[in-house]
């Protein structure tokens, strides 16, 4: 018994350090044509995000996800001048389910987020994105293409993110 949960635990580690990386996905790839809700319920589809060719950073979050709000609050506190320096823009896409959904709005307003705040509870774009847990974030570049990926949160990420969307606005490429 001893010997099958430490082959169990050495088994969670090993997927644990392959789910948390970054990647550079493959070559224009386009954020997918799913619908889903705003924050207030009203219907979205994804293909209509954009920021008039600037960047667009996508996180993937939940309000049970304490990494998430995490790395939310982080960016919350320089979103103001990542805004006025790069242009980028800030999607939050929510994939809290029916029993969970309830509390995003009231998440987002105490925390004070300024983010365009979407909610996908069937996690249909969640699947479309190859996300697997959160927080899940994605950099899209100004024409549309999904330019770097990353999973999980540790302190001091947003500062590698803005680093990225400099370079993008530098018209440099973003190689991992």
Known sequence: ??????????????????????????????????????????????????????????????????????????????????????GVKLVAVSVDNSRSSATVEPTVNGKGWEYEVLRDPNEDFKRAMNVGFPPHTFLIDGEGNIVWQHSSYTEGNEVHLIELVRKLNAGETIEE
């Open 1 to 86: 018994m001893k010997r099958t949960i430490t082959t169990l635990l050495a088994l969670l580690l090993f997927v644990w350090t392959g789910i948390a990386q970054e990647t550079a996905p493959e070559s224009n790839k386009k954020i997918p044509s799913v619908d889903i809700q705003d924050l207030q319920g009203n219907p979205f589809n994804t293909s209509s995000i954009n920021n008039d060719g600037k960047p667009i950073i996508l996180c993937f979050w939940a309000t049970w996800c304490k990494p998430c709000i995490k790395e939310l609050s982080a960016i919350a506190d320089v979103y103001d001048d990542w805004v006025e320096e790069t």
